[in-house]
C-alpha cells in the first residue's frame, strides 16, 4: 500500500536525521540543534503530506482546514475531550503495565522535551511552540489528511480507514505502553476529521492535548521523569489493583464518547460520503 511506502520513507528521513545529529553532536550537549533537529523530523510529515498533493495523488481538499462545521458547542468540548483522552490514556497505561510490566519505563521524547523546557525562556518557548503547533500540524496534515483521506476517497469505511490509520499513528511514536492510548487519541482525531469535514479540529484537539501533556510532564520534578526511577515506579506496579482501574478507564472513555456526541454531532450521511469523491 502506498501509504506504508510513503510512512517508511518519513521514518527513514526521521531516522538519518537524527544520526547525523548523533554525528554532529558527539556527545555534547546541544540544545539548540537538538530543538532544530526536531522541527525538521516533525516538518517531514507534512513535507510528505504535501508532496502526495502535488502529485495530483490525494483527492482535492483532502489537506483542507477550512470549512469546518465547527461552532463555538465544538471549540469548548475540545479542552474537556483533550483532558478526558489524558486521563483515559492514564488508566490504559496502567492495565498495560499491570499486564506487561517489562514495558515499564519513562516517556525518552517527553523527558528530552522537559529536560530542554528548563534550560531558559528561549527553550521553553521553543519547546510549547514544536509540541503545541509544529506537531500537530505537521501530524494531522500527514495522518489524518494523507493517510485517512486517502483510504476514505477509495472506498473504505470510516471504522476500516480509522483503525489503519490509528494504528499506524500509534506505531511510529514507538511506545509500548503508549500504544493503546495513542490509538484511541488517533481514532478521536479522526472520527473529528469525519464529523467535521476538516483538519481544523483535529489539529486543535492534537494541540490541545499536547499541551496538557506537557504541562504535567514540566510541572512534575524531573528527577520522576529520568530513568532511575524506573525500579521505584516499578514498585507501585504491585498497587495496581484491575479492578480499580479498569472500572476508571471504561469511565474516562464513557464521559469522552458522550462530549464528542454532544460537541460533534455526526455530519448528514449523504454529505459525509460526497465529501471523500475524486472529482
Not at 184 to 189: D, I, N, P, Q, R
Not at 247 to 254: D, E, K, R, S
Request: net charge positive.
Amino acid at each position: 500500500m502506498a501509504v506504508l511506502f510513503y510512512t517508511a520513507g518519513v521514518l527513514l528521513i526521521q531516522m538519518a536525521l537524527f544520526g547525523v545529529y548523533a554525528i554532529f553532536a558527539r556527545g555534547r550537549d546541544l540544545a539548540s540543534v537538538d530543538l532544530a533537529f526536531s522541527f525538521l523530523s516533525s516538518g517531514a510529515w507534512a513535507a510528505a503530506a504535501a508532496f502526495v498533493a502535488r502529485k495530483g495523488l490525494l483527492p482535492p481538499g483532502s489537506l483542507n482546514t477550512s470549512g469546518a462545521t465547527l461552532d463555538m458547542r465544538g471549540l469548548l468540548v475540545i479542552p474537556i475531550v483533550a483532558v478526558l483522552l489524558v486521563m483515559a490514556g492514564s488508566s490504559l497505561e496502567s492495565l498495560v503495565v499491570y499486564a506487561f510490566p517489562s514495558l515499564l519505563a519513562p516517556d525518552p521524547v517527553l523527558s528530552r522535551l522537559v529536560g530542554l523546557f528548563w534550560r531558559g525562556p528561549l527553550e521553553a518557548i521553543t519547546v510549547i511552540f514544536l509540541t503545541v503547533v509544529v506537531a500537530p500540524v505537521t501530524e494531522e496534515f500527514y495522518f489524518r489528511g494523507l493517510v485517512f483521506r486517502s483510504l476514505r476517497s477509495k472506498g473504505y469505511s470510516w471504522t476500516a480507514a480509522a483503525v489503519f490509520t490509528s494504528l499506524l499513528f500509534a506505531a511510529v511514536h514507538l511506545k509500548p505502553v503508549g500504544f493503546v492510548t495513542l490509538f484511541v487519541v488517533s481514532m478521536t482525531l479522526t472520527l473529528l476529521v469525519e464529523r467535521t469535514g476538516s483538519l481544523l479540529a483535529s489539529m486543535l484537539l492534537h494541540a490541545t492535548y499536547n499541551a496538557v501533556i506537557l504541562a504535567i510532564g514540566v510541572t512534575q520534578n524531573p528527577v520522576l521523569l529520568s530513568f532511575e526511577q524506573t525500579s521505584s515506579a516499578r514498585d507501585l506496579i504491585n498497587d495496581i489493583s484491575i479492578f480499580r482501574v479498569l472500572p476508571i478507564a471504561l469511565l474516562f472513555t464513557g464521559l469522552l464518547w458522550f462530549m464528542l456526541r454532544l460537541g460533534f454531532p455526526p455530519m448528514n450521511s449523504k454529505h459525509s460520503t460526497a465529501k471523500y469523491e475524486s472529482r
